[in-house]
């Protein structure tokens, strides 16, 4: 996702962020020529900001000042498309010679497309943002250095957006190629500092006081409306219809009320995970490329230098990009492009990884297992929470187990390989239609050879290079990585480390491609969170496709195989309509949890989970639970039992009081409960006809 051929990235580590190359130095040389206009100060503001299509053309608009901000039409985000740079390259917006130093070539294939140049990167202070073109400074290096993360980014106090009917969303090309996204970002970058597959800066301009109102927020490769440390925040009248992960994903926000919004995710999800791990690569070998690295890296008796990693890697990305976008495919063709059909292709179309539409956390990510009660020092809860006619529709997934390689193999104190910005370097991953292992010979790792593909060559590639010494110099952040010499040496087929079993190879399971913990499909995910009210809320259509866990990890039934993973067991298989873990004084008031359906796991309306507190739900009810349907059912452990629950009540929660709860049509391969408590006390006040 980051960079271009002639290698820059700005990924940079802690005390890397302004440094350049000796190239860079060169292109700003070259640009001193060029008269590239600054952002100017802003004019006085109207009354209101009318916002086109045209202030999207070459990045995100970025909201640094008060105001009411509205859209005049439908707005469709595909910043530095391919068609767009083309053009800009073809007419001389883009002088030649620039062009040649940024590895542009007429016309500009996907590989070089939708993201920030050079020339658009503003290294130090500037004025109030203003639309420009692809030779105008706007862009934050560090902030943006994941590309354009939003279409918009308010990162001020007291802002209005009304949508005015209309839709916003990132298009299917921006959504292949930009595979982390938020249709609107509250902050100025998508993480707190220190956080996330990249250093983002040192602090976070959090917006304060905004209200979204009245349209739509369409497709999206992740979120609709994603922040962090949040105060104020209004969203009304707002549907949300076509984001993969998230609807709304808060953490740690203090005031959200949510009124009158419909969620439904996406349906024509084209590529699996391991396509973003390609985008997340290409900037690291790029700059390899152009230091001239001396690595090579062996496959299959194979000797790969860098620039045979990268051609392998640009032809895979604009394969699949011709597929999906050019010839309008939606999905990649198995009999022109078998190797990328194999490797990316998304065989169900919905997302591969965790699946929620309203999430709120504490403040900070929300990609490990369920948590508990902040303590308001080192975790920031989430609080003062109101949702009202809020629902969630049809939302699918099929939530996909990626083992990941214990770096320390049989020694204790290990963690999984990932590459430099956290993706796990996979070696299991299975054809999605024969199920054939895709880079290893076998899956018994007995007599498992590295075969390869351009993905994992290209990231132990990377891991090499930095044993070689050819990474960590320069701008791009290498500290996430720690593939060890040993399977590096696996990789190459080196005497004596043949096999997965000659490395003395062990896993880590329950993760997805980014390791994070894998927690299934959730509607409402309200946890870390106190001082809630939802009101006439419901869940209508929640299905996960996903597998029974890997056995692979062995027996952590009553244990945890994921490092960041509380709960024991397996939990990719779960179904939750609503999920309250580490929350308190929440208020649940007529919600209704219907038609959620689990193939390999179980099903549940309401789930109380962890440490959470004085949890009430009134008038709640669940119905037509469907648990462990699947031709595919757990027969041994990681995997509990594949049970339908109309609430279920965990050991250590206090306070939980149901009044009037109901929970029928109920199956699940292990049994059925109208509550599964496990609490010391919860409360149960009456029930509707079909419990008593």
């Known amino acids: 996702m980051w960079g271009n051929s002639v290698g820059y990235s700005p990924v940079f580590g802690d005390g890397q962020r302004r440094k350049t190359s000796i190239l860079l130095v060169a292109l700003a040389v070259m640009f001193s020529l060029i008269v590239i206009p600054g ?64 590895g542009l070539a007429n016309p500009v294939d996907a590989y070089h497309s939708g993201m920030p140049l050079f020339t658009q990167f503003q290294f130090g202070p500037g004025s109030a943002f203003s639309p420009g073109g692809p030779l105008d400074a706007r862009y934050d290096p560090a902030g943006y250095g994941v590309g354009f993360f939003a279409a918009i980014a308010i990162q001020t106090d007291g802002v209005t957006l009304d949508l005015n009917g209309h839709t916003l969303e990132q298009s299917a090309e921006h959504a292949l190629l930009q595979r982390f996204f938020a249709i609107i970002e509250l902050a100025d970058q998508p993480f707190l500092p220190a956080q996330g597959p990249a250093s983002f800066g040192s602090e976070l301009d959090a917006a304060t006081n905004v209200t979204i109102k009245n349209g739509t927020l369409g497709r999206s490769s992740h ?36 009124q009158n919004s419909v969620a439904r995710n996406r349906r024509n999800v084209p590529v699996v995970g391991t396509f973003s791990s390609a985008m997340f690569i290409k900037a690291y070998i790029d700059d390899l490329v152009r230091t001239s690295s001396a690595t090579t890296l062996t496959v299959d008796g194979e000797i790969l230098s860098a620039t045979d ?30 190797d990328e059909y194999a490797l990316f292709h998304n065989k169900h179309g919905l997302i591969d990884g965790n699946s929620y539409s309203f999430l709120l956390n504490n403040i900070g990510v929300a990609v490990n297992g369920f948590p508990f009660v902040p303590d308001g020092v080192t975790k920031v809860a989430s609080q003062n929470i ?36 956290g993706a796990v370097f996979q070696v299991r991953n299975l054809h999605p239609v024969t199920g054939a292992p895709v880079t290893i010979s076998s899956l018994d790792d007995a007599t ?17 290079a930095k044993l070689n010494g050819d990474l960590g110099t320069g701008v791009l952040d ?80 009553e244990g945890q195989s994921h490092p960041a993973d509380p709960l024991p067991g397996y939990g990719g298989a779960f179904v939750r309509a609503y999920t309250f873990s580490g929350s308190e004084d929440v208020v649940v008031n007529r919600a209704t949890a219907s038609g959620l359906s689990s193939m390999s796991g179980p099903a549940v309306g309401f789930a109380v989970l962890n440490d959470s507190d ?34 279920y009540i965990s050991a250590n929660s206090n306070g939980t009081v149901i009044t009037k709860g109901c929970a029928t049509s109920l199956f699940g391969y292990d049994g059925t409960y109208f509550v599964h408590d496990l609490s010391p006390g919860a409360v149960i006040k009456g029930s509707c006809s079909a419990n008593n």
């Not at 969630?392 to 910005?421: C, L, R």
């Not at 351009?454 to 990231?459: D, F, L, S």
């Open 448 to 464: 498992a050879r590295y075969l390869g593909n351009v993905v994992a060559n290209a990231q132990a590639f990377v891991a090499k």
């Open 309 to 338: 990693i990268q051609s392998a890697l640009q032809t895979s990305i604009n394969n699949v990009h011709h597929d999906v976008i050019v010839a309008k495919k939606g999905y990649i063709d198995p009999a022109t492009h078998p």
């Open 39 to 102: 952002p100017e100060a802003s004019a006085t503001r109207e009354d209101v900001v009318w916002l086109t299509q045209s202030d999207f053309t070459y990045g995100t608009y970025i909201i640094d000042q008060p105001g009411t901000y509205k859209l005049k039409e439908d707005i469709s985000f595909n910043p530095n498309s391919p068609a767009t740079l083309s053009k800009a390259v073809a007419t001389g917006v883009i002088p030649a010679e620039l062009a040649a130093a940024l």
């Open 614 to 647: 004085n949890v009430r739900f009134v008038n709640s009810k669940a119905n037509d639970l469907n648990a462990g349907w699947g031709s595919v059912l757990p027969t041994a452990a990681p995997n509990g039992p594949s049970y339908a629950a109309g609430f």
């Open 478 to 557: 290498v500290t996430r990585l720690n593939m060890p010499t040993s399977v590096v040496n696996w990789v190459e087929g080196v005497s004596g480390s043949e096999t997965l079993a000659s490395i003395g190879t062990t896993y880590f399971c329950n993760g997805d491609s980014m390791f994070h913990v894998n927690k299934g499909t959730i509607g409402f995910k309200i946890d870390a969170a106190k001082n809630v009210r939802l009101t006439n809320t419901g869940v209508i259509g929640l299905e996960n496709l996903g597998l029974p866990g890997d056995g692979i990890c062995g027996d952590y039934s």
């Open 386 to 421: 109101v949702m009202k006619n809020v629902k969630v529709v049809d939302q699918d997934s099929f939530i996909n187990e990626i083992p990941a390689i214990d770096s320390n193999g049989t020694a204790a104190g290990g963690t999984a390989i990932i590459d430099p910005v």
């Open 223 to 258: 979120h609709g409306i994603h922040g962090n440390a949040n105060v104020n925040v209004t969203v009304k009248n707002v549907n949300f219809n076509g984001y993969e992960v998230g609807a709304v994903a808060l953490n740690g926000v203090d005031g959200l009320l949510i």
